[in-house]
């Protein structure tokens, strides 16, 4: 699906772009839309999340599923992983998952360029089998 194709790069790239600009102090009373918002960070780590995982169970049809599919599809499931339980997180007791992005959160700003080279060379060149 072509569809997905795109909302995997357009996450990746949104993702990428939080990840690099995250700062600590995130207030929590901002009336209008700001990037900075806790929970648009939810709302994009958990479309990031499902994004990536349905791109591992249809990929696209080309010779390049391997590359192709499964690199995008990582980057995506780790940006979930990091915006919903590694920023968006409470003080409670660490799950698996929390304690992985808390580790992850420490490299935020290598994953973030990483997913925004990603989400560029997926758009630019698809169809190329090392991608």
Known sequence: ???????????????GYVLFTYTD???????????NNPTFYLVLGIISGVTGILKLLSPLESRAII??????????????IIL??????????????E??????????KSIGIGLI???????MFGELFFL
Request: hydrophobic content about 55%; glycine content about 8%; overall charge positive.
């Open 99 to 108: 304690k992985l992005a808390a580790n992850l959160l420490v490299l935020r």
């Open 1 to 15: 699906m072509i569809q997905l194709y795109f909302l995997s790069i357009l996450c990746n790239a949104v993702a």
């Open 84 to 97: 919903i339980f590694g920023i968006y997180r409470q003080d409670i007791s660490k799950t698996g998952l």
């Open 67 to 80: 590359f192709g599919d499964l690199i995008p599809a990582a980057g995506g499931i780790i940006a979930g």
């Open 117 to 123: 080279i990603i989400a560029i060379v997926h758009f």
């Open 25 to 35: 102090d995130i207030t929590r009373e901002k009336p209008k839309f700001s990037i």
